[in-house]
C-alpha cells in the first residue's frame, strides 16, 4: 500500500513552486494551523474566529471547497426560508456569509480593499452582523471552528457537504485559476492537493473532523454523489432535518430550481461579482471559466492518469481506514 513517504516528491521544491504560481498581492504566503494549510492572512483573523459569538439558532454549512457547497446552500436556503423564492435574489455571499473569505482574497489592510465587491474584506464582520437566524458558510475544519461550538456551548446546526476526494481536487484545480491566481499546470496542482500545501488542506483531515461527530443530534451530512443520484431523496433528508415539509408539488418545484441548468443560470449563485474582482486584481487566469462549470461525477478520469488515481486511490484507503467516511 503506497504511503506520501514513498512517493519522490521534491517537498522544498513544492513549496518553491507554490510561492511562484499560487501567491501574489492577495496572498503573500501560507502557514499552517493546528495541522492545516491556509494563506498566511488567515493568522489576522483566527482569533476573531475563535471568539465569534455562536447561537443555538445559528446553521453552519460546512464543506472542503467544490464539494458541492453552492449547490446546497441554495437547497438549504430555500428549505429554511419555506420556499419562498423571493428571498434568493440576492448574491449569495450577502445571503450567507463565507466568514473566512477575507484571508483568500482581500486581507485586512490590503491595497485590494477599494476594490471589494461588498463581502469580501469584513466577512468575519458581516457574518456577525447577519440578521438571526444566521446561515454561515465555512471551508475551515472543526478544529478552526469557534470555540463555542468545539466545546459545544453552543449547538448550531451544522450541515457538511463531502465529495469524493479525485472529483474534488480536479474541481477544485479549476476553481483555482478561475477565482484564486493558481497558475500553475495540474501536476503541480494535485501534488500540492495531496501534500496539504493549499488552503483547507488536507482535504481528509478536514472531512474526517466533523464525521468524528456525525452522532450528534445537530449534524448532518450530505454527499455531493447522492445529490447528483437522487436530489429529490436528499432534498427531503435536509426538509426532515429542518422539521419542515412541503406539498409534493413544491417539492417538485425545489428539485427543478436546483437542476444543473438552472443554478448554472442563476444570476444570484453565479458570482459574477466575484469573478469581476478577481480579472480586476489580474488573479483570473482563466478567463472564459464559469464558477458552476460542470457538477459532474467522475470528471476526474478526464484529467487524472491512472497512476495519479491509484496514488489517490491508496493514500486515501490508507488515510481512513477504520473511519467509515468514503472519500
Known amino acids: 500500500m503506497a504511503s506520501l513517504t514513498k512517493l519522490n516528491f521534491d517537498y522544498t521544491q513544492l513549496d518553491a513552486d507554490r510561492q511562484k504560481y499560487a501567491t501574489g498581492e492577495f496572498r503573500k504566503g501560507f502557514g499552517v494551523f493546528k495541522g492545516y494549510t491556509m494563506p498566511e492572512s488567515f493568522s489576522l483573523i483566527q482569533k476573531q474566529i475563535d471568539d465569534f459569538e455562536v447561537y443555538d439558532d445559528d446553521l453552519w454549512i460546512t464543506t472542503f471547497p467544490k464539494c458541492g457547497t453552492t449547490w446546497a446552500q441554495e437547497m438549504i436556503w430555500s428549505i429554511c426560508h419555506d420556499l419562498d423564492y423571493s428571498t434568493n435574489e440576492q448574491e449569495l455571499d450577502e445571503r450567507m456569509p463565507f466568514i473566512e ?153 425545489l428539485v427543478k430550481y436546483l437542476s444543473f441548468d438552472s443554478m448554472q443560470k442563476n444570476p444570484w449563485v453565479s458570482k459574477l461579482p466575484l469573478i469581476e474582482y478577481c480579472k480586476k486584481i489580474g488573479i483570473c487566469i482563466n ?41
Not at 477599494?114 to 458581516?126: A, H, I, R
Not at 456551548?153 to 483555482?176: A, G, L, M
Not at 462549470?293 to 496514488?311: F, H, L, P, T, V
Open 101 to 253: 473569505y477575507c484571508c483568500i482574497l482581500c486581507p485586512p489592510n490590503s491595497k485590494l480593499v477599494p476594490l471589494d465587491p461588498g463581502f469580501l474584506s469584513n466577512s468575519v464582520q458581516l457574518s456577525r452582523d447577519m440578521k438571526r437566524p444566521r446561515i454561515i458558510k465555512t471551508h475551515l475544519p472543526f478544529d478552526l471552528l469557534p470555540r463555542q461550538i468545539r466545546t459545544f456551548e453552543r449547538r448550531p446546526k451544522i450541515i457538511h457537504i463531502y465529495r469524493n476526494i479525485k472529483d474534488t481536487c480536479v474541481s477544485f484545480f479549476h476553481h483555482q485559476r478561475l477565482l484564486e491566481g493558481f497558475r500553475g499546470d495540474f501536476d503541480l496542482f494535485w501534488k500540492l492537493f495531496i501534500t496539504g500545501k493549499l488552503s483547507w488542506t488536507p482535504m481528509d483531515d478536514n472531512v474526517h473532523s466533523y464525521w468524528k461527530h456525525r452522532s450528534q443530534p445537530n449534524f448532518l451530512f450530505l454527499r455531493f454523489e447522492d445529490m447528483k443520484r437522487d436530489l429529490r431523496s436528499v432534498v427531503l433528508q435536509t426538509c426532515d432535518f429542518f422539521k419542515k415539509s412541503f406539498p409534493e408539488s413544491e417539492i417538485d418545484k
Open 287 to 327: 478567463q472564459e471559466g464559469k464558477f458552476i462549470r460542470k457538477g459532474a461525477a467522475g470528471d476526474y478520469k478526464n484529467i487524472m492518469s491512472e497512476d495519479i488515481q491509484k496514488i489517490f486511490d491508496d493514500y486515501i484507503k490508507e488515510k481512513l481506514k477504520g473511519t467509515e467516511l468514503v472519500l
